[in-house]
């Protein structure tokens, strides 16, 4: 049983280690990183109950807090050289945060990580919901349709949301519109504004929005999945 603090007339949870025992440690709050998976945490006022705790620890767990025990031991502290890369790691890691590692790769096999950098994302955008495409037009039906065309045939489009800026003449009834398989949503607005394509339309349902004019017909469906992925 180690307490939250303990001083140097103990046996210390790195002898423990040493001797993969499996520990119980005390806790305060928040558990440091190195306790996580590295014993058995109790609170001071669970002390009396200790010894029922230790019983229904089942067999697997144990076998999974001695393998973790060992594994913290090797990494961390069986040499010298490693409790000073330790420290090193915990420097760092404080210095540069936007690089730390979680609290999952201290206490992760390292054979099993894989390191990546916080910056890009591990994943390319999931296809689900997809995005909804912004179209900001004034007067210019031509391009505007063939706008629409070409965005619908992307397989990521979720929805697409026209932002008519111009109070002087309404949009199109419905039956000028494309016929095409995504939701066509027509959002008149009041005041002729470049900023209206950046507003948070409650139509908008993804978290990925791709905004552009309507006279954008250059760009290719493959090339729009492309840049969405």
């Known amino acids: 049983m180690l307490p939250h603090r303990f001083n140097k007339r103990q046996f210390s949870w790195l002898d423990h280690v040493a001797l993969l025992v499996?520990?119980?440690?005390?806790?305060?709050g928040?558990?440091?990183?190195?306790?996580?998976?590295?014993?058995?945490?109790?609170?001071?006022?669970?002390?009396?109950?200790?010894?029922?705790?230790?019983?229904?620890?089942?067999?697997?767990?144990?076998?999974?807090?001695?393998?973790?025990v060992q594994l913290t031991f090797q990494k961390y502290f069986k040499t010298i050289e490693h409790v000073t890369n330790t420290v090193l790691e915990v420097m760092k890691n404080r210095v540069f945060v936007h690089t730390a590692q979680s609290v999952n790769d201290w206490n992760e096999n390292p054979y099993n990580m894989v390191r990546r950098s916080p910056i890009f994302n591990p994943t390319i955008?999931?296809?689900?919901?997809?995005?909804?495409?912004?179209?900001?037009a004034y007067d210019r039906m031509s391009s505007l349709l063939q706008v629409i065309e070409r965005v619908a045939n992307v397989p990521s489009l979720a929805k697409i949301l026209v932002v008519w800026n111009n109070q002087i003449k309404k949009p199109p009834g419905a039956l000028s519109w494309p016929k095409i398989s995504k939701p066509l949503k027509i959002i008149q607005t009041s005041a002729n504004k470049m900023s209206n394509r950046?507003?948070?339309?409650?139509?908008?349902?993804?978290?990925?929005?791709?905004a552009l004019d309507d006279d954008i017909i250059m760009l290719t469906p493959d090339e729009i999945e492309f840049g969405f992925e």
């Open 198 to 210: 950046f507003y948070p339309y409650e139509e908008i349902e993804t978290e990925a929005v791709f």
């Open 30 to 68: 928040k558990s440091d990183n190195w306790k996580l998976g590295n014993g058995i945490l109790v609170y001071e006022n669970q002390l009396h109950e200790l010894s029922s705790i230790i019983r229904t620890v089942s067999p697997e767990r144990k076998k999974r807090l001695k393998s973790q």
């Open 125 to 136: 955008a999931s296809r689900t919901p997809g995005f909804t495409a912004v179209i900001l």
């Open 22 to 28: 499996l520990c119980v440690l005390q806790r305060e």
